[in-house]
């Protein structure tokens, strides 16, 4: 029976529990003539258009009741009367789908925000500067069935080869409910349910599961946890997230707020979808919808029309759901250059009252949009002015995808496959190592792969780029390792795509049925060592990064290019330390012997990464400079030091062709 006990303006939206039992249900449907909440309530069904069953409706739009027997894990739907006529929706605020009916003909489950029991009160995000990211999608990351997609407690098992590779942040492509089953992640559905493929809903495999999550929160001292505690699907989720916390890994979810799906399943419309929820009259013009416009730029479904105040605070409450009950540590916002495109004023407006507010509930949170000048039309194209406060003018966002090192590094390995004679530019790479115009190098994020571009059908990954006749020649593992060194000795927050970092050389597929899958058997004892070699080389790279704060500051200062030798030197420093860092990578098929590099000060210069070392672990004929070298004489390449201390010059060997050499000081620490 539905009661209007406590139901207020301030009500949450969708079902929710409340303290003494029941639960309040809030829905928007304004064209809607009569909203009725059905469900099975405490073991009793609650089924038709009765009055009993009737939601009351305020003068926003807005329906609201109270049912006294609701509990945890009980089903409901909302039975919507409308103009345009009458049937079942999905609630839009739904924790989670039920799996009784398959998708998208399923009703909703009721779950508390508060059962699971967190273990990361002291985990503090880290600063944006210190932040390397790791992109993986959930559905393929680490099968444990061949053809099954992997879940959110297949990835948990993988937390320490991530926390032993050095990243702290793990940006997993969207997760909430997809249209379609398997899904890269851009055609959402239900933004709050987490997708169905990566739920764990079998008793026997949840109790596996559970001894292993137990272990891995042993390890760290942590409180086990109970069947209970990971039986619904967010808690699965939560669990995720709050493992990665534990082993000092940030999460960061990627979210898509400029458009949703596109309501069909199968071919089928889904017409229990948020489309026209409230039932208006559809006669063609998707402005009379209740979420959306008939604006599409290709991306797979109407833009939300951000115009009105209520779809808005729909998206912004997603994003403030995300924080309080999964704990996130951010957001990547997909393309938010067409969310500002298709929008206009409303676009721009939305932008500057989601940044605003979610950096008012967490001020550490990461705020990262893709942003494409190209794609805005009249709108700002500005990359710095999106993240810009908005009291200065901007967007407000923290950070924004960057494509300069990326095309230029992606170019100078492409043109390098093709031999000694072809023509590199590393001019490119000099002038993208700092992102232009920029406050700080951590406002970008630079990344060589990515789901995008590396994608099936789309470009290469990096060992396929650079040979294409032998993925793991030591053209592909040498150029593979001047690709990734970059990343990490450069300005900017470090994006890694998952498998990059062992050298992978299929593009990725979301398909778990596909042959394009992780070959994580390549890093087995007895494989090919190319695989656990280079894995070694970016554990290293990252350890690197994190020793030494130069590397994560802002000053670069590209003093050396040789496109014709192939050869490209960088310096990195911070302001009156003395931890300078003296970057060098080439691109040449030949070792250089004698090879003269400036450096900004004479004296003893230790070489503490070389990559050639990697070359078939530990390469017995590394070409390098012996651990360090003395530089002295007189000035070159422009180097300039501060006053009283001397312009000096090195002749050292540079590493075996397409590998970096980072050499930093021994006696200014």
């Known amino acids: 029976m539905i009661s209007q006990v406590n139901i207020s303006a301030n009500t949450p939206m969708g079902a929710t529990l409340v303290p003494g039992g029941g639960a309040t249900f809030r829905a928007w449907a304004p064209l809607a003539t009569a909203v009725y909440i059905n469900g099975t309530f405490g073991g009793s069904p609650l089924i038709g258009q009765t009055d009993n069953l ?51 003909n399923c009703s909703n489950l009721i779950r508390s925000a508060t059962a699971y029991p967190w273990h990361d009160a002291a985990f503090v995000t880290p600063d944006f500067s210190n ?20 879940n959110f407690l297949d990835v948990i098992g993988k937390i320490p080869y991530l926390a032993g590779l050095g990243i702290n942040v793990l940006q997993p ?46 390890a760290k001292g942590g409180a086990p946890l109970a069947l209970r505690d990971i039986t619904p699907g967010p808690a699965q989720l939560k669990a995720l997230v709050d493992l990665c916390h534990i082993y000092g890994i940030a999460v960061v979810f990627d979210v898509v707020y400029n458009h949703a799906g596109g309501f069909t399943v199968n071919g089928s419309l889904d017409d229990n979808c948020i489309y026209y929820w409230d039932h208006a009259k559809n006669v063609g013009n998707n402005n009379d919808s209740l979420y959306f416009t008939d604006q599409d730029r290709g991306t797979g479904g109407l833009s939300f029309a951000l115009w009105k105040n209520d779809v808005s605070q729909f998206l912004i409450n997603n994003a403030l759901y995300y924080i309080a009950e999964f704990h996130v540590d951010g957001f990547r916002y997909d393309e938010i250059s067409d969310l500002i495109s298709m929008n206009c004023d409303s676009g721009w407006t939305f932008c500057c009252n989601l940044t605003n507010t979610l950096r008012f509930v967490k001020p550490r949170l990461l705020q990262n949009a ?24 901007g967007a407000g966002f923290d950070v924004v995808q960057h494509d300069g090192l990326r095309g230029a590094v992606r170019s100078a390995v492409a043109a390098a496959a093709y031999g ?25 994020v630079p990344c060589v792969e990515n789901h995008d571009i590396v994608k099936v059908g789309t470009d290469l990954r990096i060992p396929a780029l650079a040979d294409g006749s032998n993925h793991e020649s030591w053209y592909a593992r040498s150029r593979s390792r001047f690709a990734t060194g970059l990343l990490p000795t450069a300005p900017g927050i470090p994006q890694i795509f998952m498998g990059q970092e062992f050298l992978e050389d299929k593009q990725w597929s979301w398909d778990p049925t596909s042959p394009n899958l992780i070959w994580w058997a390549g890093l087995n004892p007895g494989a090919d060592t190319a695989r656990a070699d280079h894995l070694r080389f970016t554990q290293d790279l990252i350890r690197l990064r994190w020793s030494y704060p130069a590397l994560r500051g802002d000053n670069v200062n590209p003093f050396h290019v040789h496109n014709q030798n192939r050869v490209i030197a960088f310096h990195r420093w911070l302001e009156g330390t003395g931890q300078d860092v003296i970057v060098v990578a080439t691109l040449a098929e030949d070792t250089w012997y004698n090879y003269g590099i400036g450096f900004p000060f004479a004296g003893p210069w230790r070489e503490v990464f070389n990559s050639d070392v990697y070359d078939n672990w530990v390469n017995p004929i590394v070409a390098g400079n012996a ?11 422009g180097k300039r030091s501060d006053p009283g201390q001397w312009l000096c010059r090195l002749c050292p060997q540079l590493n075996r062709s397409e590998s970096s050499s980072t050499v930093g000081p021994s006696t200014r620490h």
């Open 173 to 218: 492509l969207p997760v909430d409910e997809m249209e379609t089953d398997p899904s890269m992640g851009y055609n959402g559905a239900d933004l709050f349910s987490p997708d169905f493929p990566y739920v764990v809903t079998d008793p026997v495999a949840l109790n596996g599961y559970l001894a292993s999550v137990n272990a891995l929160l042993a």
């Open 420 to 444: 000694q004679s072809a023509v590199i530019d590393l001019d490119a790479v000099a002038s993208n190592l700092y992102p232009q115009g920029f406050t700080h190098g951590w406002q970008a």
């Open 54 to 104: 009737l939601l009351a409706k305020d003068a926003n739009g807005y329906w609201t009741g109270f049912v006294s027997s609701a509990q945890e894990s009980d089903s409901y739907t909302f039975l919507v009367v409308g103009p345009g006529g009458t049937g079942p929706k999905r609630d839009p605020y739904a924790r989670e789908l039920a799996p009784a009916s398959a998708f998208p």
């Open 627 to 637: 651990g360090g070298i003395s530089a002295s004489g007189p000035p070159l390449h």
């Open 131 to 150: 932040m390397i990211v790791y992109q993986l999608h959930i559905g393929t990351y680490n099968p444990a069935t061949r053809g099954a997609p992997s």
């Open 370 to 393: 893709e942003f494409w000048p190209g794609e805005v039309g009249n709108y700002p194209k500005s990359w710095p002015l999106i993240v810009t406060p908005t009291s200065s003018g």
